[in-house]
């Protein structure tokens, strides 16, 4: 599989301005093949099971 810079956490885009990668701090564009620094994307719902997993009673 191959992973490209728009399915990167690090990779941020807004509008009216430039996609960029926060690893490095350039502008990049979505469809680029992913560096070393890739990290996957979290899902909406994992990002809101992940702290109710770590919860301590």
């Known amino acids: 599989m191959s992973h ?5 956490r690090q990779f941020t885009r807004k509008k009216g301005s430039a996609d960029f990668c926060s ?10 093949q992913a560096c070393g620094y890739f990290m996957p ?9 992940l ?4 919860e301590i009673d």
């Open 4 to 8: 490209y810079c728009g399915q990167c």
């Open 51 to 54: 702290p109710l997993k770590y």
């Open 41 to 49: 994307m979290i899902s909406k719902i994992e990002q809101v099971k």
């Open 23 to 32: 690893a490095w701090g350039q502008p990049t564009f979505a469809k680029k």
